[in-house]
């Protein structure tokens, strides 16, 4: 009986931790979420805590209003799926070959990439070639130079070759080429790592922020992240903005910067639940390979 | 009679081999040019964007100039490294990068462990998975977006903390613009945002481990925490080994956007690392040759710790982590 107790106990005990926890991670969003829902004067006055109040969407509709808030979250939405489109494509084909053992060439090649992995030019190398390539002030300079990461080119390998040999080579006996091999057979079988591999390439241009406050400087290439912090950072609103806000009596007031950070984090909010059974095994794959 | 067991004279079979070699040569390309045509784009994007900026690297050693190519560039006898080693600014980024990746390690390496086993041990479906679901969220989310939530949950007029803390009469504590607490703060958000996500792998861990060697335990009358103990940590101190080992190895590494975004003028003296110096020198003050100089000392640095890390593992006796 008191071995009972004691479990229960403990069962209570672990519960309330992860709850807190669980708690601290999701309670900033709350409350981001209801000063971007409540009017400027509550929250000037202080009365937000997790509950919106006065409720209305006048933040909203001043992100929605400011064209370049909206134009950034377009192409910032457009560059993502480009990104991420380029990034898969390019790890697919390359994974795809090295998975051969007796590709000659293979180790040159694999060593070759495994050194991108510890050493790099830096970031200023990085800047000159991509000024000397013209690519500064152009979405290039934000999809090329990373579109193929060493560590997820890794991952999709080591998932190719977990994959039973004996499929292909009765699909190689039948006469099928590497092509109709790899868009047939290989790929169909690894639809979570590339779900998962894609998810990583697209949060990361999603959120990427270095590299645009680097390579762009016209305003209209601003991708989210890089608007966001002028917004919050620098306090710069666009003309249409700064009418509204005066509207309300004050420039890029706090539950204006609330409803921008939330307008930059629900597309996240919107894809994550459906991929997150895919990530949790490609995160496992990679932690196999180290 | 030997003669006659081998009828061909020796130059014709090594003809014939040859011919063997290039009908196989001809062979092996038939079956596998398109895996070369599909390793093309890839070979093409190491060149140009991996392999030529480190051969920029050189104008580190160089007086370089935008008008100039890095190659007519006169060498200038480690003229660029001498200058960096004595600036103090330069150090004291040194430093703050050992020091905010110290203790991002010494809290930030056991929290998701014990978070690991605590969920472990949670033995509720519904619950596990949505708190597994609400504690990976903050990984997905940029350093942009986590520093305006926290300005808005720290500031110390406004911020949600401190409404709290004067509610039960504390004083406002500037958890932003005190250099002292805002290491703090900077530690406490990268935990914020890494725990959930750097507990998978350890849940994957615990999950592999036996699930008799427990059922023996409790035949043996073990309570909760001896097979924690005794059971979940042995389980996992592989996983966990190996781990140590790629984050001792990545200590001179920091990224970029968590000091720059969480830091600010005010607190320069804490919150200046390695990288967002060389984006103050470089980027925005056109020291080229500095900026690199800096970048390549902290790559070298990088590389050392990752060799030696991994030397000192394989002498253990665990597996390398290549």
């Known amino acids: 009986m008191i071995n009972n107790f004691?479990?229960?106990?403990?069962?209570?005990?672990?519960i309330a931790i992860i709850t807190l926890i669980s708690l601290m991670c999701i309670i900033p969003m709350i409350y981001l979420l209801s000063v971007s829902l409540s009017s400027s004067t509550a929250v000037i006055s202080r009365q937000v805590f997790l509950f919106p109040v006065e409720i209305?969407?006048?933040?909203?509709?001043?992100?929605?209003?400011?064209?370049?808030?909206?134009?950034?979250?377009?192409?910032?939405?457009?560059?993502?799926?480009?990104?991420?489109?380029?990034?898969?494509?390019?790890?697919?084909?390359?994974?795809?070959?090295?998975?051969?053992?007796?590709?000659?060439?293979r180790n040159i090649f694999l060593f070759m990439i495994i050194i991108t992995m510890y050493f790099s030019g830096g970031t200023i190398p990085d800047y000159i070639l991509v000024k000397n390539l013209g690519l500064t002030d152009n979405f290039l300079s934000l999809l090329l130079p990373y579109m193929l990461s060493a560590f997820n080119l890794i991952i999709l390998k080591t998932f190719f070759s977990s994959l039973p040999e004996s499929l292909e080579e009765s699909a190689f006996l039948d006469g099928a080429s590497h092509l109709t091999i790899l868009f047939r057979i290989v790929l169909p079988l690894s639809m979570p790592a590339i779900a998962t591999l894609t998810l990583f390439y697209a949060?990361?241009?999603?959120?990427?922020?270095?590299?645009?406050?680097?390579?762009?400087?016209?305003?209209?290439?601003?991708?989210?992240?890089?608007?966001?912090?002028?917004?919050?950072?620098?306090?710069?609103?666009?003309?249409?903005a700064i009418v509204e806000g005066a509207s309300t009596g004050s420039i890029a007031s706090d539950n204006l910067k609330a409803a921008a950070v939330m307008f930059a984090t629900v597309p996240i909010l919107l894809v994550y639940p459906w991929l997150q059974r895919y990530f949790i095994s490609g995160v496992t794959i990679g932690a196999i390979k180290g | 009679m030997s003669d006659i067991i081998s009828p061909v004279p020796d130059a014709i079979i090594q003809v014939d081999l040859k011919e063997i070699k290039k009908r196989k040569f001809i062979a092996y390309i038939k079956n596998n040019w398109i895996l070369y045509l599909l390793l093309l784009p890839s070979i093409a994007y190491l060149i140009v964007f991996k392999y030529a900026p480190m051969y920029g690297v050189l104008i580190a050693f160089k007086e370089y100039n935008i008008f100039q190519t890095v190659w007519a560039s006169p060498w200038n006898n480690f003229a660029t490294f001498k200058e960096i080693f004595l600036m103090p600014d330069f150090w004291n980024a040194f430093k703050n990068t050992f020091v905010l990746n110290s203790l991002d390690m010494i809290i930030g390496f056991p929290a998701p462990i014990i978070l690991a086993i605590i969920l472990s041990e949670v033995y509720v479906k519904w619950f596990k998975k949505v708190s597994q679901t609400i504690l990976y969220l903050p990984h997905f989310l940029s350093w942009v977006i986590i520093g305006s939530i926290a300005?808005?949950?720290?500031?110390?007029?406004?911020?949600l903390i401190n409404l709290a803390l004067n509610k039960i009469g504390v004083s406002p504590v500037q958890f932003l613009t005190d250099k002292w607490i805002w290491v703090g703060t900077y530690v406490f958000l990268g935990l914020w945002q890494s725990i959930g996500w750097n507990m998978i792998i350890y849940l994957a861990a615990i999950a592999g481990i036996n699930q008799e060697l427990y059922e023996a335990a409790v035949m043996d009358g073990a309570g909760r925490l001896r097979k924690i103990w005794h059971i979940t940590l042995p389980g996992i101190k592989s996983t966990?080994?190996?781990?140590?080992?790629?984050?001792?190895?990545k200590m001179s590494q920091i990224g970029f956007d968590r000091?720059?975004?969480?830091?600010?003028?005010?607190?320069?003296?804490?919150?200046?690392?390695?990288s967002t110096f060389v984006y103050r020198t470089g980027i925005q003050n056109f020291q080229y040759s500095i900026a690199t100089a800096v970048g390549l000392f902290q790559s070298v640095i990088g590389l050392i710790f990752l060799l030696g890390t991994n030397y000192i593992a394989d002498k253990l006796g665990e597996q390398g982590i290549w």
């Open chain 2, 240 to 249: 966990i080994i190996i781990l140590l080992i790629l984050a001792i190895g």
């Open chain 1, 203 to 240: 949060v990361g241009r999603w959120n990427g922020f270095q590299d645009a406050l680097i390579y762009i400087s016209k305003p209209d290439l601003y991708p989210l992240q890089l608007k966001l912090y002028m917004l919050v950072y620098n306090n710069q609103m666009s003309e249409v």
């Open chain 2, 151 to 159: 300005l808005q949950l720290f500031a110390p007029e406004s911020g």
């Open chain 1, 6 to 14: 004691k479990n229960k106990v403990f069962n209570v005990l672990m």
């Open chain 2, 259 to 274: 000091p720059f975004v969480v830091g600010n003028s005010l607190v320069m003296e804490f919150s200046d690392v390695i």
């Open chain 1, 56 to 105: 209305n969407f006048g933040a909203y509709e001043a992100v929605f209003n400011d064209k370049a808030i909206f134009n950034s979250m377009i192409f910032t939405v457009w560059l993502t799926v480009l990104c991420a489109a380029c990034s898969i494509l390019i790890t697919i084909i390359t994974a795809y070959p090295l998975t051969k053992r007796n590709l000659k060439g």
